[in-house]
């Protein structure tokens, strides 16, 4: 039988089975027997497990959660948001650095998938005027292409 147990500096633990009187006295003082934790989302406050919901996530967790898209999916989105993908050309074109600027041209013509926070993908976006929410909005819609 599952037992659970509760210190207020240590927080919760959990034995596969009734610990022994002498295991129990060697738990820090004031800790307490406690019901089995219903969840990872709880927290025992004034003797009993509340629900705490975890907090939402951040843009950048959002963003690494969106899945690629195709090489297809993003052109189509950058025609259907009205950028001309002459304008990638000229943003790849315009890159100081003569290395990075044959990386961006092999990433653009070469790539079959993109990644949202690929950079790559994230220099291109305020190069080729989009906000970084209009771009989220772009690739929302790209990969429903």
């Not at 959660?65 to 993908?85: D, E, K, Y």
């Not at 990638?88 to 890159?95: C, L, T, Y």
């Not at 070469?110 to 970084?132: D, K, M, W």
Request: hydrophobic fraction near 40%; proline fraction near 10%.
């Amino acid at each position: 039988m599952e037992t659970g147990f509760f210190h207020p500096d240590r927080g919760y633990w959990q034995t596969v089975s009734q610990p022994s009187a002498a295991i129990r006295m060697s738990y820090p003082a004031g800790t307490v027997e406690v019901p089995i934790k219903p969840g990872a989302n709880y927290e025992w406050i004034d003797g009993t497990w509340i629900y705490t919901p975890p907090p939402p996530p951040t843009l950048k967790e959002l963003r690494e959660a969106m899945p690629p898209v195709t090489a297809r999916q993003f052109r189509l989105g950058l025609i259907n948001a009205s950028r001309a993908l002459e304008a990638v050309d000229a943003a790849i074109a315009a890159i100081s650095d003569e290395t990075e600027r044959a990386r961006a041209l092999v990433e653009w013509e070469y790539a079959t998938q993109f990644s949202r926070l690929a950079p790559f993908v994230v220099s291109l976006a305020p190069s080729i005027g989009f906000t970084e929410d209009e771009f989220d909005t772009l690739w929302q819609e790209a990969m429903k292409l």
